[in-house]
């Protein structure tokens, strides 16, 4: 039994498939299956069920997993210790990232810190805030870039930057001719929204009180943002999109941009790790990254913006 071993078969538990297993642990999908294979026969049983779509843990399995990320938790604070010791910036560092965030952050900064810190392993996964948590508890992961919100005060909060919400309007819609929006304009109109459990709707909700919206059956729930801009761009409905997103659009998309009225509603982006957590050097370093590669003017709250 090795601690790769170890560390496959809790990739396997978090992503139910073998193949992004594989491709989390940066191997290939043969190799990590023969390794876990291995462990079953040295265990002498099975640690998952292939039969079943997604893959799934045996009840033994369970018991197994829960053991294996005891040891990997504790074997991985020993090395934290020693790296920290060194101000060392290499080694596996792993990132949990909201999905409404990462793909208009990580761009901007993830291929410069691969590049400046070749030793560094950063495995990044998408997950909703709920779930970082959880991560961070479990120790399946380092830390987390999330949506400042209430009921994080376990966890150390590094701030980032500050992000606004816009309206991203169809040109067909009655409101496009309007400079800014109200959230009393919103009432009654087809709106593209993430599913619950996603803090930016969640967020947004609140600020622009759309509960009449989803009893009205006028908001539609999929899963990706970029989905929604999508629909709006061919010329149905209001969705709404993140500060950073804005800055990825070409001329044509930015004229479907349309902010809110003053106070423009706000999110504070914050790093999250647990309060023990050693690391610190590797932990401020991709802090500053990340703040060095977002518009100056996003690293503190305008006086006409405010936090929801």
């Known amino acids: 039994m090795t601690l790769q071993q170890l560390e496959y078969i809790l990739?396997?538990?978090?992503?139910?498939?073998?193949?992004k297993a594989a491709e989390y642990c940066r191997v290939t999908q043969p190799t990590l299956s023969a390794m876990i294979q291995k462990l079953e026969e040295e265990l002498d049983t099975k640690i998952f069920d292939r039969s079943q779509q997604p893959v799934c843990p045996t009840p033994i399995g369970l018991h197994i997993i829960e053991q294996a990320r005891n040891v990997l938790v504790q074997t991985h604070r020993i090395k934290n210790i020693?790296?920290?010791?060194k101000h060392s910036l290499s080694g596996i560092f792993k990132l949990?990232?909201?999905p409404t965030i990462a793909p208009?952050?990580?761009p901007r900064f993830f291929p410069q810190l691969m590049k400046k810190y070749p030793q560094l392993d950063i495995r990044v996964v998408e997950m909703k805030?709920?779930?970082?948590?959880?991560?961070?508890?479990?120790?399946?992961?380092?830390a987390g870039i999330v949506a400042g919100l209430a009921g994080m005060e376990e966890f150390r909060q590094i701030p980032l930057f500050y992000e606004q919400f816009y309206t991203y309007i169809a040109r067909e819609n009655r409101l496009f001719s309007n400079e800014v929006i109200r959230t009393s304009d919103l009432t009654g109109e087809q709106l593209w929204l993430l599913d619950e459990g996603h803090c930016f709707r969640d967020q947004l909700e609140r600020f622009c009180q759309l509960k009449a919206a989803r009893a009205s059956q006028l908001a539609y729930h999929l899963g990706s943002m970029e989905t929604f801009m999508r629909m709006v761009e061919s010329g149905?409905?209001?969705?709404?999109?993140?500060?950073?997103?804005?800055?990825?659009?070409?001329?044509?998309?930015?004229?479907?941009?349309?902010?809110?009225?003053?106070?423009?509603?706000?999110?504070q982006i914050i790093m999250l790790t647990n309060r023990s957590f050693i690391r610190n050097t590797l932990l401020n370093t991709i802090a500053q990254e990340v703040t060095a590669a977002v518009p100056k003017e996003m690293l503190s709250l305008k006086a006409t913006q405010v936090l929801v």
């Open 236 to 267: 149905k409905g209001i969705t709404f999109i993140p500060e950073l997103a804005v800055l990825q659009l070409n001329g044509t998309q930015k004229e479907l941009v349309h902010p809110f009225a003053i106070p423009c509603p706000t999110r």
């Open 104 to 106: 208009y952050l990580l």
């Open 96 to 98: 949990g990232i909201l």
């Open 129 to 142: 805030t709920n779930d970082i948590k959880k991560a961070l508890q479990t120790g399946d992961i380092d």
């Open 82 to 85: 020693i790296e920290e010791e």
């Open 11 to 19: 990739a396997v538990n978090q992503f139910r498939h073998f193949a």
